[in-house]
């Protein structure tokens, strides 16, 4: 289809695509080509017609070469993205050209505010780092909407959201309008992270798979006393390592089994029939804090878990994986070695007291933050809205997620499915990389891609997992995800007066609650402490909180009908 991409050390793309996969158009550059803008003040004109020189399919997407300007917001060690060599091959099938210019990222929140206030501004910001969802909404009259534009000229983009709503839901403004695209993340499932258990460690003490989360306690209880390793000590295993209590992979994704959303979620509440509940204040509240404590308490959980950095509880599992029995992750293999990922095998949903077998879904599967603004004085939306459609091809897709073709994926010659080679990861320990720095300097996370790569062909497996695929472990938890949740961009489509004044009161809430939780895992919390924590939640103002997310889960619902 193209000439081939080189391959690692060719393609330098720093983590700092870690970012929406974006375009720009007309007005930085020479373009032979023009259109009548959209009208201002955040309404939307036709899409006019363009002259000879675009052609609305196929490839190029214009026949004269078109330079399009676009801003984007680096990091110190971001390579120049005129370098890519995804991005040089795009120019060469679209005959556009990038011209790039850069912010620091250090200072950006006042650069930002004086570039939005000079007028002189590129056709497009590009990436999720650039623009929050309020610097959109009190800025309205700078930007062309899409939606005409995406209705016309991008078939991909459309399919994604006809497959997945949600997507059209989230960057649909309250007036009707598109200003912004999103992005889904690479192999983001329903049940996201999951538990896992050490299988070997059962069979030598004799021991079920554990079902409930009473009989969970029984086996990390076992694990803990009687040298589940088989090593001879005793004393050094660790039944259950958690992450970092408010970052990933956290212990409070125990609440499901009291029927309970996870804490973890952005707004702390189940949605029940239609209606939302604020966990914190519902009384299994209590009685799963306390079951938690209860672990805590007996040294069954990592004692770190409350502080320990994500980053720096995998750097430690890497020293000594053979003391873990049970941890909740994204992957068997993030903390574990090659030589025992093979251990571990997935927990369906622990059954709570009261039977509730649930999982949290995880909320991130999209990308939160605005991925791109077109802003009015593009000469040429329409060139911007095919090349970010062209993006969405499979090959630009993978390179995007994977890197360039021949490490982590490739097509097989037969099947024409995309696959990753059996000895990938070989391959990069041999050419001097190891998988995080290939995923720093070759692959764009968060990008605008609307697909999942490693969900497509022979569904691409993980790095240390053999047996089983993330795709077969998401398969598994299907069953038992809640059927609906509030969504986290829910809460950052407006900017009102009541939604910032919301915001502030969340922010105190949020704070709150988040200090109890701790408090309450180590120390435990009594019916009389819990009692006064309701009282303080209403202090608080919760009940006018959920009433403002309950309005704005309502007007989602409006529009997906």
């Known amino acids: 289809m193209k000439e081939k991409w080189t391959k690692l050390g060719k393609s330098l793309i720093c ?130 909407p899409l939606e005409d534009y995406v209705e016309k000229y991008c078939p991909n983009i459309k399919a994604a959201w006809e497959a997945e709503p949600t997507m059209r839901q989230m960057v649909t403004n309250p007036d009707g309008h598109i200003y912004t695209l999103p992005g889904k993340k690479p192999l983001r499932p329903k049940g996201c992270d999951t538990p896992f258990i050490n299988k070997a460690w059962l069979d030598r003490l004799g021991l079920e798979m554990p079902t409930t989360v009473d009989e969970w306690y029984e086996v990390l209880k076992a694990f803990k006393e009687q040298d589940a390793n088989g090593n001879g000590d005793p004393n050094d295993e660790i039944p259950l390592d958690t992450g970092e209590m408010w970052g990933e992979m956290t212990l409070t994704w125990l609440f499901s089994a009291w029927g309970m959303m996870a804490s ?189 790569p490693r969900m497509t062909g022979n569904e691409i497996r993980y790095k240390g997992t053999n047996k089983e695929t993330k795709a077969v472990w998401s398969q598994m938890y299907e069953p038992y995800i809640f059927p609906d949740y509030y969504p986290p961009y829910l809460s950052i489509m407006e900017s009102t007066e009541e939604s910032k004044e919301v915001g502030l009161m969340w922010e105190d809430l949020k704070a709150y609650v988040n200090s109890f939780m701790a408090d309450a895992i180590t120390n435990g919390v009594t019916d009389e402490q819990f009692a006064a924590h309701v009282k303080q939640c209403e202090s608080l103002n919760y009940s006018t909180i959920v009433a403002y997310y309950q309005k704005q889960y309502d007007r989602m619902k409006e529009i997906a009908q």
């Open 15 to 144: 983590l700092a695509l870690v970012t929406s996969m974006l375009a720009g158009c007309g007005g930085g550059g020479k373009s032979s080509s023009s259109s009548e803008k959209q009208t201002s003040g955040g309404t939307s004109g036709e899409v006019a017609a363009g002259d000879d020189n675009f052609n609305e399919t196929g490839l190029p997407i214009v026949k004269e070469p078109v330079e399009l300007t676009f801003l984007y917001v680096k990091g110190a060690n971001t390579m120049d993205f005129k370098d890519n060599a995804m991005f040089q091959q795009m120019e060469k099938d679209t005959n556009v050209k990038i011209n790039w210019q850069y912010a620091g990222d250090a200072d950006w929140s006042e650069q930002k505010s004086l570039l939005l206030a000079s007028g002189d501004l590129p056709d497009v910001f590009f990436g999720d780092n650039a623009l929050k969802d309020n610097d959109i909404a009190t800025n309205l009259d700078m930007f062309i």
């Open 264 to 452: 973890k979620n952005e707004v702390m509440t189940t949605v029940r029939d239609g209606k939302l509940d604020f966990n914190p204040v519902n009384p299994k509240y209590q009685d799963a804090l306390n079951y938690m404590h209860r672990l805590y308490a007996e040294g069954l959980i990592n004692e770190e878990f409350l502080t320990q950095p994500q980053n720096v509880r995998h750097a430690l599992n890497k020293v000594d994986p053979t003391v873990y029995g049970s941890f909740i992750e994204w992957d068997s293999s993030m903390l574990t070695m090659p030589e025992n990922t093979d251990e571990y095998e997935v927990i369906l949903p622990l059954k709570g007291p009261d039977g509730d077998q649930l999982w949290t879904q995880g909320t991130r599967r999209l990308n939160l933050n605005p991925a791109l603004v077109v802003f009015q004085n593009c000469e040429n939306p329409e060139i911007l809205l095919r090349w970010i459609d062209t993006f969405q091809e499979p090959e630009f897709v993978h390179s995007s997620h994977l890197g360039p073709e021949g490490y982590l994926w490739e097509i097989d010659p037969e099947t024409k499915e995309y696959v990753q080679p059996k000895d990938s990861i070989d391959a990069l320990t041999s050419a001097g990389s190891s998988i995080e720095e290939y995923s720093a300097t070759e692959c764009i996370f968060g990008a605008i891609s609307n697909r999942d």
